[in-house]
């Protein structure tokens, strides 16, 4: 069984900046593509960003330029950085082992003044 524990959401100001981990328990979180996931009010749920094994980005065009995703496998964590956060980025953001049905269970994000 795998698990996946988001943190690092929370509240910041329109132009700030956090960082989202996401802690995955074993070995397979290594050898899967797995990508970052949000879900704003009233919306469908998007694909922000996915890391393939190899280390491959790829980013929905809203986020190009101020999102980073990473990953240490070595620590089995993924990462985004958001930086030039803006109202519309605010939603909760999951992460997931691509093709499972390996899901954490979400950090609010929220950006407001």
């Known amino acids: 069984q795998v698990q996946l524990v988001e943190s690092g959401g929370g509240l910041v100001q329109p132009g700030g900046s956090l960082r989202l981990s996401c802690a995955g328990s074993?070995?397979?979180?290594?050898?899967?593509?797995v990508g970052w996931y949000r879900r704003a009010p009233g919306k469908q749920r998007e694909l922000v960003a996915q890391?393939?094994?190899?280390?491959?980005?790829t980013y929905v065009d809203s986020v190009k330029g101020r999102f980073t995703i990473s990953r240490d496998d070595a620590k089995n964590t993924l990462y985004l950085q958001m930086n030039s956060l803006k109202p519309e980025d605010t939603a909760v953001y999951y992460c997931?082992?691509?093709?499972?049905?390996?899901w954490g269970q979400g950090t609010q994000v929220t950006v407001s003044s």
């Open positions: 997931n082992l691509l093709g499972t049905r390996f």
């Open positions: 074993g070995s397979i979180f290594r050898v899967l593509a």
């Open positions: 890391i393939t094994a190899g280390g491959s980005t």
